[in-house]
């Protein structure tokens, strides 16, 4: 028998549809959150240059130093604060983070105020740990925006954490600079940590991207969660990074080594070559944005459907409510048609009657799972 915590643990759907989808060769891959780019050649270089020079060892658990330094540039540059070098640790991916954050802030019993719809690791994190989770409403009519009133009205004395997510995912909704400003004031009054995830940080096409760090530059109440995946192409490398207060990243480091030793010191030198040199990046945001223009248009015309246009991030959140269809039907005749999506309640309740469609695919993919879409719908 397993222990009983292993009870409250729970995955990420997108990994069980994905099994399902690559059983057919034709299939139309919207589901998973990741990119057809591979990625940039500077970057894999300078992994190569690593590892036949014979960085393949243990390294500083933490992160090396030369890493954690262009980590603490890019700070500068795109938050404008630099952060001590003990408020960052090199983490094995964004992913883990969460995790890291749930098990050195939160005790069980203690309440942490997430977005609904929300990333599915954040529910199953929390969960592990035995926080109660407090699900703060997205609302369609409001961009999916998340209200701050809204959050406040959560708090209780057993607060804990509010997360954020600016751009968001599923929705690609971006928070503005005055609601970030006015929910960092509610963590200062009521005493709580947030925990920002800024993994879609570069990726943004409406607004501008903005940090609750500005603010107290991560020494007191902010934590910063970030990666490497998405906007360079490097989700299998998985590297990752967080900045937060001293004792936070004291206390996440030992836990990274008593689970992982360090980061591969090879996959860092990597890392170190995308903060050099970010065109790359810069230009597939480019990209992006055409293939956000593309599909929620397209979507738009189908009907039955109805799609906002989401401000950051490769996601497209559409409303289905109207084919008749339950958000899990609707995902279910896609698979069958060959197109792969995400039923919208797989991120919460507030999904339900919406699908997630990672748009982060070639143009011609983009097409062609549109017309499936049409078609499946007409019933052709």
């Not at 094995?92 to 890291?100: E, K, L, R």
């Not at 015309?301 to 109207?322: D, H, S």
Request: hydrophobic letters at 40%; charged letters at 20%; aromatic letters at 10%.
């Amino acid at each position: 028998m397993v222990a009983e915590r292993m009870n409250n643990l729970s995955g990420q759907p997108m990994f069980d549809i994905l099994a399902r989808a690559r059983r057919r060769k034709d299939m139309i891959h919207f589901e998973i959150g990741d990119t057809y780019f591979n990625t940039p050649e500077n970057i894999s270089n300078a992994a190569i240059k690593s590892i036949q020079s014979g960085e393949t060892h243990y390294c500083e658990s933490g992160g090396l130093p030369d890493f954690i330094h262009e980590i603490k540039q890019t700070t500068l540059r795109s938050r404008g604060f630099m952060p001590q070098s003990d408020q960052v640790l090199v983490t094995p991916g964004a992913n883990i983070g969460i995790y890291y954050a749930a098990i050195t802030i939160l005790n069980p019993g203690d309440e942490v105020i997430i977005p609904d719809p929300y990333f599915p690791t954040y529910k199953g994190a929390f969960e592990f740990v035995g926080a109660k989770i407090c699900y703060c409403p997205l609302w369609e009519h409001r961009d999916f925006e998340i209200d701050p009133d809204e959050i406040k009205s959560f708090i209780t004395e057993k607060t804990r954490l509010i997360v954020i997510n600016s751009p968001q995912n599923p929705t690609g909704a971006v928070l503005s600079e005055s609601n970030i400003q006015r929910i960092y004031e509610i963590a200062c009054e009521y005493k709580c940590y947030i925990l920002s995830d800024e993994v879609y940080s570069r990726t943004i096409y409406d607004g501008k991207f903005s940090s609750p760090s500005a603010y107290d530059e991560c020494k007191e109440r902010v934590i910063v969660l970030n990666g490497f995946g998405k906007a360079f192409a490097m989700t299998g490398w998985r590297l990752g990074a967080i900045i937060a207060p001293t004792d936070i990243i004291q206390k996440m480091s030992l836990f990274l080594q008593l689970t992982s030793s360090c980061v591969p010191p090879f996959i860092q030198r990597a890392g170190i070559a995308a903060l050099h040199n970010s065109a790359a990046a810069d230009k597939m945001a480019a990209r992006y944005e055409h293939k956000r223009n593309l599909i929620a248009y397209g979507l738009n015309k189908i009907k039955g459907i109805e799609c906002q246009w989401p401000k950051g991030a490769f996601y497209v959140f559409p409303n289905i409510e109207a084919t008749g269809l339950t958000d899990i039907e609707f995902a279910e005749k896609c698979m069958q048609s060959g197109v792969a999506v995400m039923p919208g309640t797989c991120f919460g309740k507030q999904g339900a009657g919406h699908i997630r469609m990672c748009f982060a695919v070639e143009d011609s993919k983009i097409v062609e799972g549109l017309i499936r879409i049409e078609d499946m719908l007409a019933g052709r």
